[in-house]
């Protein structure tokens, strides 16, 4: 099934471009593939046996698109995904993530608390681009990785921040060094409600004070 993937699609070195294609599925990929790009389709669902077996994939580009439901499995059980953006769809939730990735870009859904983990981020441990504005979400994710260097929050509907969000109330010594750019700007909350919140941050969020 894989020459009809690579007439409709271009398939160049493991890597395949489906973008603009009307699909309204994800088609049946070669098992080389690492780059995978599907934007500005219908797709409506993703289901596991899409990406089945697909140990080299490393990138998958889904935005622009309607994406309302990824099967459980689809993505953790991946083993060098990398990046996988899914901006502009229309997610609730966050699918199952594996702990090889690096971005994810799930901005522009409908992403709320209850969609995220329920363990938190922490085990995520390579994460370092988290991209998460324009969505519904009223906290900051909890158990935010050491090693995230980005996070994007901006314009949903978060009011409110406690003293362990970032920092350690505990601890005052602790740093955490990695996290440089944190986007809460356009939400309700008053940033200067809890000052201690930010000691341990390098940089300040952007966002009202
Ligand atoms: C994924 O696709 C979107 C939409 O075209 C684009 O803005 C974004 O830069 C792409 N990301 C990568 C890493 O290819
Ligand atoms: C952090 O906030 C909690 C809950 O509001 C409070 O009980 C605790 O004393 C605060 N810790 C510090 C070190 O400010």
Redesign the pocket.
């Known amino acids: 099934m894989l020459l009809p993937t690579c007439l409709l699609c271009v398939c160049l070195r493991g890597s395949v471009y489906c973008d603009d294609n009307k699909l309204t599925k994800i088609p049946s990929l070669p098992r080389d593939t690492s780059y995978f790009?599907a934007?500005?389709n219908t797709i409506t669902s993703v289901e596991k046996k899409d990406f089945e077996g697909l140990d080299k994939l490393r990138?998958v580009?889904l935005?622009?698109n309607r994406i309302k439901s990824v099967d459980p499995g689809t993505f953790d059980g991946l083993p060098v995904l990398e990046?996988l953006?899914i901006?502009?769809n229309d997610l609730t939730e966050l699918p199952g993530l594996p702990i090889s990735l690096v971005?994810l870009?799930a901005n522009w859904n409908s992403i709320i608390d209850s969609g995220l983990p329920s363990d938190g981020l922490a085990k995520l441990e390579n994460l370092k681009d988290l991209y998460l504005g324009n969505n519904q979400l009223e906290h900051v994710p909890h158990g935010l990785p050491e090693n995230l260097q980005l996070l994007h929050l901006q314009h949903n509907k978060i009011d409110s921040i406690a003293n362990d969000t970032f920092c350690k109330p505990g601890d005052k010594t602790y740093v955490r060094k990695s996290l440089q750019d944190v986007r809460l700007d356009n939400n309700p909350v008053l940033l200067g409600s809890v000052p201690d919140a930010y000691i341990c941050l390098r940089r300040l969020p952007t966002g009202q004070f």
Do not use: G, H, K
């Open positions: 790009y934007r500005y990138r580009n935005s622009n990046e953006l901006s502009n971005t870009a």
